[in-house]
């Protein structure tokens, strides 16, 4: 792993120029309690976007991936990196998705949740939050670490996203206390808004386009 890290520094710094705002040295700022987790969220433009916030964030992050976009020929490398399948519609997340990642949380693990479900296409906008970040994030009782993309070429392919150079940019712009069960919904809602002021995008009712 610690191979495949310096690997994603090296390759994210001239092939995609990241540039990281609003984090501070060193690794305090992510820390958290002993045993408790933490979130990271983001929107979604690329398949780089995980190798971006990977590198940024100094903890390992166990992501969320849509079953679609996981190639059978890459079996072996998505469960060397322990990915949770969701359900490859978006349209709502599997039990068993919720409980390993609940349990990844409460064991002081880094979950990573890109909450639109699936790259935005076209780029310019925040599409609707798929349900159960909100939920994991009041059940768990983490943190919220919100960060935004931006920079990233736009692909029709996620794996070309990854190869194509780009003036990447990463940047921390909260760290949000979980809600209060029963207030996920406005929670959720918030972040969106605070996502969508940050990049200077609009919000949209309609699904990305896949």
């Known amino acids: 792993m610690g191979a495949i890290h310096f690997a994603a520094c090296v390759f994210v710094r001239f092939v995609h120029r990241l540039r990281v705002e609003g984090v501070p040295q060193g690794r305090a700022w992510a820390d958290r309690a002993p045993g408790a987790g933490a979130i990271v969220v983001a929107n979604h433009l690329s398949g780089i976007d995980p190798v971006l916030l990977q590198v940024v964030f100094p903890h390992e992050i166990r992501w969320m991936m849509d079953r679609s976009m996981m190639l059978r020929l890459l079996s072996p490398f998505w469960k060397f990196l322990r990915i949770i399948e969701v359900d490859a519609d978006g349209a709502h997340t599997s039990i068993g998705a919720i409980r390993d990642s609940l349990r990844h949380l409460q ?98 009712d309609r699904l990305a386009k896949q």
């Open 107 to 204: 064991s002081g693990g880094v979950l990573g949740i890109f909450p639109e479900g699936q790259i935005a296409r076209p780029q310019g906008r925040i599409y609707p939050f798929f349900p159960g970040m909100a939920s994991l994030a009041a059940r768990s009782r983490c943190k919220t670490f919100l960060f935004v993309i931006d920079g990233v070429v736009e692909s029709r392919s996620a794996f070309i996203g990854i190869i194509r150079p780009s003036r990447a940019r990463v940047r921390l712009i909260g760290v949000i206390e979980p809600p209060a069960r029963g207030g996920e919904e406005a929670w959720a809602d918030a972040i969106r808004l605070q996502m969508a002021q940050a990049l200077g995008y609009p919000t949209t």
